[in-house]
């Protein structure tokens, strides 16, 4: 089974920055790769979100502060956080979409102090 690695959550305070970074390994053609937040008592949400040809959607209040990235289409994605807000406290999935499946990794946690 495919297992998504994962890395760079951590705890700061409000108006800090962190970058968290997803691996797919294996040699696959990825159709896109994002990342969504599950804040606390909270349904899990888009945060951004790269498709192969480069186009890119961010969800609510993420466009501005949080960039998503792919360098030379590789299997490995970055998510550039910002300016980060109390609210984006939360655990961090990434998913990948690949030969019509999708898949998960474990989690990052990401905690924002005001």
């Known amino acids: 089974q495919v297992q998504l690695v994962e890395s760079g959550g951590g705890s700061v305070q409000a108006g800090d920055s962190l970058r968290l970074s997803c691996s797919h390994p294996?040699?696959?053609?990825?159709?896109?790769m994002g990342w969504y937040q599950k804040a606390p008592e909270k349904q899990r949400e888009l945060v951004a979100f790269m498709y192969a040809g480069g186009a890119v959607i961010y969800g609510i209040a993420r466009e501005g502060r949080f960039t998503i990235s792919r360098p030379n289409a590789e299997n490995t994605m970055y998510l550039q956080m910002n300016s980060l807000k109390p609210e984006d406290t939360g655990v961090y999935y990434c998913?990948?979409?690949?030969?019509?499946?999708?898949?998960w990794g474990q989690g990052t946690q990401v905690t924002v102090a005001s």
């Open positions: 998913k990948s979409r690949a030969a019509g499946q999708d898949y």
């Open positions: 294996g040699n696959i053609a990825i159709s896109g």
